[in-house]
């Protein structure tokens, strides 16, 4: 299956800015389902003529990183597949400058993901952008949304102008996973062009003094199964429609063969296996209470019983497999004790919704 359109693109190393890169310049490129890219291709104007590509450089979860090419131009991107399928065009574009502008920005902040998943591979992390002419103390705290008191605060040291920086957080307080909710990260330059030095990222970030960015993210506890287009099937397709002789415990989401099935939550491997009806499939014991069963999937699950899951871990593919008309993942949860173990279906479809905004 063709990769998915990059959702950000972050320039790394030899910047003049976060969206600002060289020919020569590293940059990171962030999406669904990266790990099978082996290069990126930079589309500069429209057409094909100045179209320009590059190896992936690095790797990690949710990213790669790649070095702007000595042809690249300003323009969206798109991924390409080890097999050589392209991916979708990105809506976000990379400015390439042929050499750092004479006044920099003096400090740039944004978040590398606008959602991140409790308990997911993926942790929240921030790039900033020190310009000016001086280097300078940076300091950086999360703070949730409306709220003034971090709950986590760094300090990455003293950078040079022109320099690209980054913070992980592990979406934790105290070791305990933090609530759902909007969040955002602070960053302060001080020293040189700003002043003194800070004394304490949480005092920095709070400030008002000195450059300041600030850049948010949503942290949340479930992601949409389907990593691609989907459509909700109606009628029979619905729970609780009538079958034959029962009816129907899950909800059907309709998408393209092939695409993408990842853990709505995190939790623990319960099943595994094939059957007439079900077609291939698994059920995960989720961390929220619910037994999670993905249905008809195109192949067995790369999962096995008994090992632990996290949210937005590879599941499996869309598929047709067993009692199935057409392409689709029958979705199902049930509460406690679990999945015919003496819980019992509800309908999943509101809590689909949610996640799919």
């Known amino acids: ?18 969206d600002r890169a060289r020919r020569g310049s590293t940059v990171r490129l962030t999406g669904e389902s990266v790990a099978g890219i082996r290069k990126v291709v930079f589309l500069g104007g429209r057409g094909e003529r100045d179209d320009t590509s590059a190896p992936v450089a690095g790797s990690g979860p949710g990213f790669v990183d790649a070095v702007v090419p000595a042809r690249a131009r300003t323009g969206p991107v798109r991924f390409v597949s ?8 990105s809506r976000v574009r990379l400015r390439v400058v042929a050499a750092a502008p004479k006044s920099l920005p003096r400090l740039q902040a944004r978040v590398d993901r606008k959602r991140v998943f409790i308990g997911g591979a993926d942790k929240a992390s921030v790039s900033f ?16 949304f409306g709220q003034s008191a971090p709950i986590a605060s760094w300090t990455p040291g003293i950078l ?3 320099t690209v920086g980054s913070v992980d957080w592990d979406g934790t307080v105290d070791g305990k996973p933090a609530p759902e909710g909007r969040y955002d990260f602070f960053v302060m330059a001080a020293g040189g062009d700003g002043g003194a030095a800070p004394r304490s990222a949480a005092s920095s970030a709070a400030s008002g003094s000195g450059p300041r960015a600030r850049s948010g993210f949503y942290l949340v506890s479930h992601r949409f199964p389907i990593a691609g287009p989907h459509t909700y099937g109606e009628g029979i397709a619905r729970f609780g429609a009538a079958r034959n002789g029962h009816s129907h415990e899950g909800q059907d989401v309709f998408a393209a063969c092939g695409t993408p099935l990842v853990a709505s939550t995190g939790g623990t491997v319960k099943h595994v296996a094939f059957q007439g009806n079900a077609g291939n499939y698994v059920v995960i014991a989720g961390t929220d209470g619910y037994d999670h069963a993905y249905m008809h999937m195109r192949r067995p699950s790369p999962l096995k019983k008994g090992a632990p899951v996290r949210t937005g871990d590879p599941v499996g593919e869309v598929g047709d497999t067993g009692d199935a008309d057409g392409c689709h993942l ?28």
């Open 160 to 162: 040079a102008p022109g």
């Open 82 to 89: 080890a097999e050589g399928l392209r991916g979708r065009v």
């Open 330 to 357: 029958h979705y199902e949860m049930w509460t406690a004790p679990g999945w015919y173990t003496g819980g019992k279906p509800v309908d999943p479809l509101a809590f689909l919704k949610s996640w799919d905004a």
């Open 129 to 144: 952008f020190v310009g000016g002419s001086t280097p300078a103390a940076v300091a950086v705290a999360v703070v949730p």
């Open 1 to 18: 299956m063709a990769p998915s359109a990059p959702s950000g693109v972050v320039c790394r190393t030899a910047c003049a800015g976060l």
